[in-house]
Every structure is written in structure tokens, then in C-alpha cells.
């Protein structure tokens, strides 16, 4: 049988079949191998009075950055030191056609306690700021989140002048309360259960606090700009943030550059990540960083404002005078006028050299339409749940991406049982999951029912944030949507009875995941399932079971058609390795495991340079 060259040189002449061979071994990103232990650690208390255990990442809180480029291949192999299982999950990471990876309930089975097991994902053509966080159990208000930063390949050209440094920043709210105490309270008939007391920055009280362990502070130098990459890693509240006397540049928000508008403060929505250039054009001083809730009254929760410090090299000044103010927490029409600000560049390349532009939808054709009421709260069997158009979530022992492929779905759920486009005539609870066609434009309305703001996300997909609105949504209310330079994002936030609409192109096969990113309502049933359905078999149109595959449920083992799995993981014990302190060296997860890949780049190059 002819080898790959051979059969190349018949059609190419071998210099030519070279120098595209050396521009696939070129284009390619690198692979980053990390491996992270996942553990309960009651020493570390952001809070002196809170005695609760926090979920870290090789003893970290938060997680570790995973730092990558365009089109670089992940490998993460997670060992779970829980005593509970564990899945992880990539919040905006498309994972092209590869829902395997993505790390819900409904595409994998968990890593129980003592076992490990390694994602394996590319970044394909995305750019941008996203973060990870554990999916199920309420596990994420504990912690066990991180920032990831997907930076563009050299040759694409970024929209502003670099910036001097890059700063993560995870803002998020923080319970009193153990996450498993908090859990067992959820759902009561009663409806009573414990709220969030704090919010923190990178894990970190607030400045001033005499309860704070340590405050968050950036060190950064007059006159020179900086990049901070900000996400809302919380459960519940979204939240304002600003930075005293300095204005925030917004740059990007989850892998789309904006346009660039300067803005005194940002509110930040669960689940969103967004990028700001600040200018340290003030005097020499330290200034104040704050987060602080909507539709909450600060005045009396003084404990649910975050403080930071933002700190001039050379300053001797802390942070004083009164923190600055944001939004009103409670004014919604001037929160919606500043989402329908956030617009795409369309000038701007991202991922891919072509502009963002080259995307434009102002001539889509909608194939289908979703219309999903979101906080319809029902009783089952004495326990509080919440639905979509009147179907509260009821998560099967096997993963839906599993049951498909075994077995056709069959015993697990059943397809388009439960209506996408109006609300069920009972309140259920059901295994939700609808049929979304492959290759077309759908329109998807999230329409809110709670008293508070809702933030909804679709795992697998960017989407264009067309509209958003107050009261019920009608037909006529496409003659309010923006369709010239909507920004694309993977969540969006929706307002108190209101509604927010969206356009997905369903490009990416697969079955994935469209929740609520409040936590007490995802865990709660809050969530549905969209399967994206290409017939062809050729794994370049979907990629197919990975080899390293854990089964669970009603499926032990797969066909023999599919690849066969790899041997389970080996178990070790439930304590975690020492966490690296000051002064330990630290990987830098942007080189691991490159020599071994440039070496075999350069023997393919060697070897093919002796074909010539």
C-alpha cells in the first residue's frame, strides 16, 4: 500500500507536497499537558470566620491559569480527591465538533472519588477570555475554578496597542456556608435556605475587612496600560465592577472583540468574562478595585461588596475616600442601555485573519425558533424545582452524548418530548432535549420569570445577543433587534420580566448543554439539552467516542463498532500532593510538554527533506 508521500507526489511535485506539509506541521497549535489534583482544603479561609472547605486545584484557590493560544490541544488529566464525583467543565470553550469533552452531565461520565481521568480539546479558532469551573453537586460554590486565556496566533493581528501586562480577575459571590450544607437546604418546601455573604475577588476578602485574610491588589506601573480579564464566577448575584477614578476600556467579551467604548463601570452578569484596557493616568497612589451586587442595597450588606487595591509602583498612599459608585444597582433600564452598547467590531479580526465581520447575520435565514420561559418554580414529591417552559430537568444515571451513541438514545430520553417553542400544559419533570438542525440559523428567546436578573449559556456555540427587552416578547419584537453588529458571546444575561433573544448558527454537531448559569436554578432543573445532528459517519464531521472513554449507567461498555476503551485509570489515594508554595518552581503550562512535540516536528521535516 502506497504511503501518504508516495501517493502526494503523484498528483504534487515533492517540493510542493513539502512546503504544504510544512505549513500543516506550522498552522498547528501546541500541546499542553497539565495535570491537575482536585481536593477539599479547610485551611485556606478567604473570610477568618467562615469554616468551610474550599475546593482547590493542585492546593490552589483559585485554580491555576490555563494560558493557551489558537488552536492549541489541551490535555488535562484530573484526579479527583473528592469524596464525591466530579466533572469539569470549559464555560465558552466551544469544543468543535468534540462534545465529548465538555464536561456536564449530559456528555460525560463523572471521575468518581480516587480516580482520574484526561480531558483532551483544542482551541480551535477561538480567541478570547473564558474560565472552568466543576459542574455538578454545587460543587462551584466551593470553588475549583480558574481563569483561561486563549491569546491569538502571532500572525493575527489584535485590535490595541499591547498592553503592558494582563491581570485575571474572578469575581464572584461566596457562601457562609459549606457547599454541601447549602445544597441539602436547596429545593425545601419551605423555600428558606442560606444566600451568599460575600463577594470576593480572586478568592480574596475585601480590602479593609477586618475579617478579610487578605485583600486582592494589582501592582502596576504610571502611565502604562493594562489588560485585566474579568469574569463572574459566582453563583447568584451580577455584579458592578469599577476601578476608583480610572476608566475601563472594553475590549472583548468571551472570545469577540467589541467595539472599544470607555465606560465608568461594567456589569459583569454569572458566567460572562470580559476584557478592559485601564490607563494608569492618575497620580501616584493605590485606588480602590470594587464588585458589588444588583438589585441588592449595599448600605445594609456592607460584607457583599468586594474591595481590592490597584496599586501606582512607588506609592506609599493606600486606597481612601469613599468607594466609587456604579450603576444603581436597582436601575435596569441603564444596565440594558449598556448591553445594547456592547457591539461587535466588525473590523477586527479574531481566531482567523478575516474580520468578525465576514460573520454578519443581517441576511441569516432562521430555521427554527425557541421560545423558553425560564423560572417556573414547582413542587415535586415535596421538593422545589425549576423549569423550562414547564419542565424541570431530570438528570438520567447516563450521559445523553453516551445513550446516543449506544444506544440510540433509547431507555434515557426521548427526542423533542417536551416543546421548545411554548410552555407544556403540566409541570414536569423530564429528561429535555430538542432537536437542532445542523447548519442552520436558529433564534432562540430566553424569557425570564424570576424576580431577579437570569444569565442563560450555550455550551458549544457563540452566539449573536440580538435583543434584549422588558415584559412579554411578541413577534413585533424583531423590529427591536440589532442584526447589523450584534456582539457574539456564550452567555447572556436577561432581565427581570423581561426577555433577551439570541441567534446560533448550529454548525457544531453534537449535544449540548443550554442552562441557567445561577447555580440554585441549574441544579434545580433550570436547563435543557440541544442535539445537533450530522448523519455522515466521517469523524471530520464529528469526532468520534476518545479511546480513554468512561462509561456509567445503562451503558458499561460500548459496541464493539466504537473504539474500544482504554484500561480505567488507575486509583491512588484520596490525599493530594503538597500544594506549591512560595518559592517552588512553578510549570509554565504555555511550554509543557512542547520539546517532545518540536522534536518530532523537526524529524517529519528532517524526514521529508530526505525525500527530496
Given at each position: 500500500?502506497?504511503?501518504?508521500?508516495?501517493?502526494?507526489?503523484?498528483?504534487?511535485?515533492?517540493?510542493?507536497?513539502?512546503?504544504?506539509?510544512?505549513?500543516?506541521?506550522?498552522?498547528?497549535?501546541?500541546?499542553?499537558?497539565?495535570?491537575?489534583?482536585?481536593?477539599?482544603?479547610?485551611?485556606?479561609?478567604?473570610?477568618?470566620?467562615?469554616?468551610?472547605?474550599?475546593?482547590?486545584?493542585?492546593?490552589?484557590?483559585?485554580?491555576?491559569?490555563?494560558?493557551?493560544?489558537?488552536?492549541?490541544?489541551?490535555?488535562?488529566?484530573?484526579?479527583?480527591?473528592?469524596?464525591?464525583?466530579?466533572?469539569?467543565?470549559?464555560?465558552?470553550?466551544?469544543?468543535?465538533?468534540?462534545?465529548?469533552?465538555?464536561?456536564?452531565?449530559?456528555?460525560?461520565?463523572?471521575?468518581?472519588?480516587?480516580?482520574?481521568?484526561?480531558?483532551?480539546?483544542?482551541?480551535?479558532?477561538?480567541?478570547?477570555?473564558?474560565?472552568?469551573?466543576?459542574?455538578?453537586?454545587?460543587?462551584?460554590?466551593?470553588?475549583?475554578?480558574?481563569?483561561?486565556?486563549?491569546?491569538?496566533?502571532?500572525?493575527?493581528?489584535?485590535?490595541?496597542?499591547?498592553?503592558?501586562?494582563?491581570?485575571?480577575?474572578?469575581?464572584?459571590?461566596?457562601?457562609?456556608?459549606?457547599?454541601?450544607?447549602?445544597?441539602?437546604?436547596?429545593?425545601?418546601?419551605?423555600?428558606?435556605?442560606?444566600?451568599?455573604?460575600?463577594?470576593?475577588?480572586?478568592?480574596?476578602?475585601?480590602?479593609?475587612?477586618?475579617?478579610?485574610?487578605?485583600?486582592?491588589?494589582?501592582?502596576?506601573?504610571?502611565?502604562?496600560?493594562?489588560?485585566?480579564?474579568?469574569?463572574?464566577?459566582?453563583?447568584?448575584?451580577?455584579?458592578?465592577?469599577?476601578?476608583?477614578?480610572?476608566?475601563?476600556?472594553?475590549?472583548?467579551?468571551?472570545?469577540?472583540?467589541?467595539?472599544?467604548?470607555?465606560?465608568?463601570?461594567?456589569?459583569?452578569?454569572?458566567?460572562?468574562?470580559?476584557?478592559?484596557?485601564?490607563?494608569?493616568?492618575?497620580?501616584?497612589?493605590?485606588?480602590?478595585?470594587?464588585?458589588?451586587?444588583?438589585?441588592?442595597?449595599?448600605?445594609?450588606?456592607?460584607?457583599?461588596?468586594?474591595?481590592?487595591?490597584?496599586?501606582?509602583?512607588?506609592?506609599?498612599?493606600?486606597?481612601?475616600g469613599p468607594l466609587p459608585k456604579g450603576l444603581?444597582?436597582?436601575?435596569?433600564?441603564?444596565?440594558?442601555?449598556?448591553?445594547?452598547?456592547?457591539?461587535?467590531?466588525?473590523?477586527?479580526?479574531?481566531?482567523?485573519?478575516?474580520?468578525?465581520?465576514?460573520?454578519?447575520?443581517?441576511?441569516?435565514?432562521?430555521?427554527?425558533?425557541?421560545n423558553l420561559h425560564g423560572g417556573l418554580a414547582?413542587?415535586?414529591?415535596?421538593?422545589?424545582?425549576?423549569?423550562?417552559?414547564?419542565?424541570?430537568?431530570?438528570?438520567?444515571?447516563?450521559?445523553?452524548?453516551?445513550?446516543?451513541?449506544?444506544?440510540?438514545?433509547?431507555?434515557?430520553?426521548?427526542?423533542?418530548?417536551?416543546?421548545?417553542?411554548?410552555?407544556?400544559?403540566?409541570?414536569?419533570?423530564?429528561?429535555?432535549?430538542?432537536?437542532?438542525?445542523?447548519?442552520?440559523?436558529?433564534?432562540?428567546?430566553?424569557?425570564?420569570?424570576?424576580?431577579?436578573?437570569?444569565?442563560?449559556?450555550?455550551?458549544?456555540?457563540?452566539?449573536?445577543?440580538?435583543?434584549?427587552?422588558?415584559?412579554?416578547?411578541?413577534?413585533?419584537?424583531?423590529?427591536?433587534?440589532?442584526?447589523?453588529?450584534?456582539?457574539?458571546?456564550?452567555?447572556?444575561?436577561?432581565?427581570?420580566?423581561?426577555?433577551?433573544?439570541?441567534?446560533?448558527?448550529?454548525?457544531?454537531?453534537?449535544?449540548?448543554?443550554?442552562?441557567?448559569?445561577?447555580?440554585?436554578?441549574?441544579?434545580?432543573?433550570?436547563?435543557?439539552?440541544?442535539?445537533?445532528?450530522?448523519?455522515?459517519?466521517?469523524?471530520?464531521?464529528?469526532r468520534p467516542p476518545p479511546e480513554n472513554l468512561?462509561?456509567?449507567?445503562?451503558?458499561?461498555?460500548?459496541?464493539?463498532?466504537?473504539?474500544?476503551?482504554?484500561?480505567?485509570?488507575?486509583?491512588?489515594?484520596?490525599?493530594?500532593?503538597?500544594?506549591?508554595?512560595?518559592?517552588?518552581?512553578?510549570?509554565?503550562?504555555?511550554?509543557?510538554?512542547?520539546?517532545?512535540?518540536?522534536?518530532?516536528?523537526?524529524?517529519?521535516?528532517?524526514?521529508?527533506?530526505?525525500?527530496?
Amino acid at each position: 500500500m502506497a504511503n501518504l508521500s508516495d501517493v502526494a507526489c503523484r498528483v504534487l511535485p515533492c517540493k510542493v507536497w513539502f512546503w504544504c506539509m510544512f505549513l500543516v506541521v506550522i498552522a498547528g497549535g501546541e500541546d499542553i499537558f497539565l495535570e491537575w489534583h482536585v481536593a477539599l482544603d479547610t485551611t485556606i479561609k478567604p473570610i477568618i470566620s467562615v469554616n468551610k472547605p474550599v475546593i482547590t486545584i493542585n492546593g490552589l484557590f483559585p485554580g491555576p491559569l490555563l494560558n493557551s493560544t489558537t488552536n492549541d490541544i489541551v490535555h488535562v488529566n484530573v484526579f479527583n480527591h473528592l469524596d464525591e464525583p466530579l466533572l469539569m467543565t470549559w464555560n465558552g470553550i466551544q469544543q468543535r465538533l468534540n462534545s465529548w469533552q465538555d464536561g456536564v452531565s449530559g456528555t460525560n461520565c463523572p471521575i468518581q472519588p480516587g480516580q482520574n481521568w484526561t480531558y483532551d480539546f483544542q482551541m480551535k479558532d477561538q480567541i478570547g477570555s473564558f474560565f472552568y469551573f466543576p459542574s455538578t453537586n454545587f460543587q462551584k460554590a466551593a470553588g475549583g475554578f480558574g481563569p483561561i486565556r486563549i491569546n491569538n496566533r502571532i500572525v493575527i493581528r489584535v485590535p490595541f496597542p499591547k498592553p503592558e501586562d494582563e491581570f485575571d480577575l474572578l469575581i464572584g459571590d461566596w457562601y457562609n456556608q459549606s457547599y454541601k450544607e447549602v445544597r441539602s437546604q436547596l429545593g425545601s418546601s419551605s423555600g428558606q435556605h442560606n444566600s451568599p455573604t460575600w463577594i470576593l475577588i480572586n478568592g480574596k476578602g475585601p480590602f479593609g475587612n477586618p475579617l478579610t485574610v487578605a485583600h486582592e491588589s494589582f501592582t502596576a506601573s504610571p502611565g502604562k496600560t493594562y489588560r485585566f480579564r474579568i469574569s463572574n464566577v459566582g453563583t447568584k448575584f451580577s455584579l458592578n465592577f469599577r476601578i476608583q477614578n480610572h476608566k475601563l476600556l472594553l475590549v472583548e467579551t468571551e472570545g469577540s472583540y467589541t467595539d472599544q467604548i470607555l465606560l465608568d463601570s461594567l456589569d459583569v452578569h454569572v458566567g460572562q468574562s470580559y476584557s478592559v484596557l485601564v490607563t494608569m493616568d492618575q497620580n501616584v497612589a493605590d485606588y480602590y478595585i470594587v464588585a458589588s451586587p444588583k438589585l441588592v442595597d449595599e448600605s445594609n450588606q456592607a460584607s457583599l461588596v468586594a474591595v481590592g487595591a490597584l496599586h501606582y509602583n512607588g506609592s506609599n498612599t493606600p486606597p481612601n475616600g469613599p468607594l466609587p459608585k456604579g450603576l444603581d444597582p436597582f436601575d435596569i433600564l441603564s444596565s440594558m442601555h449598556q448591553a445594547k452598547q456592547i457591539r461587535w467590531n466588525l473590523t477586527a479580526g479574531a481566531a482567523r485573519p478575516n474580520s468578525q465581520g465576514s460573520f454578519n447575520i443581517s441576511k441569516a435565514t432562521i430555521s427554527q425558533n425557541f421560545n423558553l420561559h425560564g423560572g417556573l418554580a414547582a413542587e415535586f414529591n415535596g421538593i422545589l424545582g425549576y423549569t423550562v417552559n414547564n419542565v424541570s430537568y431530570l438528570t438520567p444515571d447516563t450521559p445523553l452524548k453516551l445513550a446516543d451513541y449506544a444506544l440510540n438514545g433509547s431507555g434515557v430520553y426521548s427526542l423533542d418530548k417536551y416543546p421548545a417553542n411554548y410552555t407544556f400544559p403540566l409541570t414536569v419533570k423530564g429528561t429535555f432535549v430538542v432537536s437542532g438542525i445542523h447548519k442552520a440559523y436558529a433564534e432562540i428567546v430566553f424569557v425570564n420569570n424570576h424576580e431577579a436578573i437570569d444569565s442563560w449559556h450555550l455550551d458549544g456555540f457563540g452566539f449573536w445577543a440580538v435583543g434584549y427587552g422588558n415584559g412579554s416578547w411578541t413577534p413585533q419584537s424583531r423590529t427591536e433587534y440589532n442584526i447589523i453588529n450584534p456582539v457574539v458571546r456564550s452567555t447572556v444575561q436577561v432581565y427581570p420580566k423581561g426577555w433577551t433573544s439570541v441567534y446560533a448558527y448550529l454548525d457544531n454537531p453534537g449535544m449540548w448543554n443550554l442552562r441557567s448559569q445561577i447555580l440554585e436554578y441549574w441544579y434545580l432543573g433550570q436547563e435543557l439539552y440541544i442535539r445537533v445532528y450530522d448523519p455522515d459517519p466521517n469523524p471530520a464531521k464529528e469526532r468520534p467516542p476518545p479511546e480513554n472513554l468512561l462509561c456509567c449507567g445503562k451503558v458499561r461498555t460500548l459496541p464493539s463498532v466504537f473504539s474500544v476503551p482504554a484500561p480505567p485509570p488507575l486509583s491512588f489515594q484520596l490525599t493530594p500532593p503538597a500544594p506549591e508554595r512560595d518559592g517552588a518552581a512553578t510549570p509554565n503550562p504555555q511550554k509543557s510538554g512542547t520539546t517532545t512535540l518540536h522534536i518530532h516536528r523537526l524529524l517529519l521535516l528532517v524526514g521529508l527533506l530526505m525525500a527530496l
